[in-house]
């Protein structure tokens, strides 16, 4: 599939939110699409799966059929979660078994009779990871399927990927907090303010220094723990959320070595 000098906006005198992509996937090809909130990956996401078309240039050779994940899940749909799939895989011409293998497969059998707007968010994006599903794609589009996923389904997604791209299928995902740990030979596209980079490593977040200054009396610290690889990325969030950073520690009786050049700086 080739993105051939593609464009999008969303409305004739918005911004750009990409500009001239150029980009070729192969068949059996990872992609994960790096980039900050609001870069433009659900953007690309949507021109390479045909849910959106580009205003300038063109997306060729789309294989036949897509799979489609969207970061969230649209649950307000009048369907049991059986039967929301059951449709689907009737649409779809899908293998009979397909829709009960799947609704199986994600650990959803306990959901299957509960209507969709009555599942919890990381139940309903299972269902919208089945329906990619029902038939196997020759291009899978996950944007960020990670979120709300719990641990099990989310061990369950570089599976899915590794099936899809062993059958000759290409896969693109998104992944903004840098998740994708598990996926083998993998191409890292970037998007950066609706311009795509090809190729490149993940974008270093760099947190600034904490701020020195003691709590004061009208202020309380709230002490969080969260992954290791997400902590200058959280330091940042916090930051432009209007908080201040007092310091970043390890875990009482974790040896202080472990620590990045960054968060040794930090402490
Ligand atoms: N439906 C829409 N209507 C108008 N503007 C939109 C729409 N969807 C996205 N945009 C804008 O397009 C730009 C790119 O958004 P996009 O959702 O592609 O970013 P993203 O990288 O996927 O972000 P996130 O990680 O937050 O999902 C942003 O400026 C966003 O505000």
Same mark, same amino acid.
């Given at each position: 599939?080739?993105?051939?000098?593609?464009?999008?906006?969303?409305?004739?005198?918005?911004?750009?939110?990409?500009?001239?992509?150029?980009?070729?996937?192969?068949?059996?090809?990872?992609?994960?699409?790096?980039?900050?909130?609001?870069?433009?990956?659900?953007?690309?996401?949507?021109?390479?799966?045909?849910?959106?078309?580009?205003?300038?240039?063109?997306?060729?050779?789309?294989?036949?059929?897509?799979?489609?994940?969207?970061?969230?899940?649209?649950?307000?749909?009048?369907?049991?979660?059986?039967?929301?799939?059951?449709?689907?895989?009737?649409?779809?011409?899908?293998?009979?078994?397909?829709?009960?293998?799947?609704?199986?497969?994600?650990?959803?059998?306990?959901?299957?009779?509960?209507?969709?707007?009555?599942?919890?968010?990381?139940?309903?994006?299972?269902?919208?990871?089945?329906?990619?599903?029902?038939?196997?794609?020759?291009?899978?589009?996950?944007?960020?399927?990670?979120?709300?996923?719990? +641990?099990?389904? #989310? @061990?369950?997604?570089?599976?899915? =990927?590794?099936?899809?791209? *062993? /059958? &000759?299928?290409?896969? !693109?995902?998104?992944?903004?907090?840098?998740?994708?740990?598990?996926?083998?030979?993998?191409?890292?596209?970037?998007?950066?303010?609706?311009?795509?980079?090809?190729?490149?490593?993940?974008?270093?977040?760099?947190?600034?220094?904490?701020?020195?200054?003691?709590?004061?009396?009208?202020?309380?610290?709230?002490?969080? +723990?969260?992954? #290791? @690889?997400?902590?200058?990325?959280? =330091?940042?969030?916090?930051? *432009? /959320? &209007?908080?201040?950073? !007092?310091?970043?520690?390890?875990?009482?009786?974790?040896?202080?070595?472990?620590?990045?050049?960054?968060?040794?700086?930090?402490?």
């Amino acid at each position: 599939m080739l993105f051939d000098g593609v464009w999008f906006r969303y409305a004739r005198r918005a911004p750009w939110a990409l500009r001239e992509a150029a980009a070729t996937v192969e068949p059996g090809q990872t992609v994960v699409v790096l980039g900050a909130n609001g870069a433009g990956k659900s953007t690309l996401l949507q021109l390479a799966a045909g849910v959106l078309r580009p205003v300038r240039g063109t997306v060729r050779a789309r294989p036949a059929v897509v799979g489609w994940v969207p970061e969230r899940f649209p649950a307000d749909q009048p369907f049991t979660a059986i039967g929301y799939l059951r449709a689907m895989a009737g649409l779809r011409h899908a293998p009979a078994t397909a829709a009960a293998h799947w609704v199986d497969r994600l650990g959803l059998t306990p959901h299957a009779d509960t209507p969709l707007n009555a599942l919890s968010k990381g139940t309903a994006q299972k269902v919208g990871l089945a329906q990619a599903l029902l038939v196997r794609p020759g291009l899978l589009v996950l944007d960020e399927p990670w979120e709300g996923l719990d +641990a099990q389904a #989310r @061990t369950l997604v570089p599976e899915i =990927v590794a099936e899809v791209t *062993a /059958s &000759g299928g290409a896969v !693109l995902v998104s992944d903004h907090r840098g998740e994708i740990t598990g996926l083998p030979d993998t191409t890292h596209w970037t998007v950066a303010a609706g311009a795509l980079q090809l190729g490149s490593a993940p974008p270093p977040v760099a947190a600034p220094p904490p701020d020195r200054r003691p709590a004061g009396p009208d202020e309380v610290v709230v002490e969080i +723990a969260v992954p #290791r @690889t997400e902590a200058d990325a959280t =330091v940042v969030q916090l930051i *432009a /959320s &209007g908080h201040r950073i !007092l310091r970043v520690r390890e875990p009482d009786g974790v040896r202080p070595e472990r620590l990045t050049a960054h968060q040794e700086e930090a402490r």
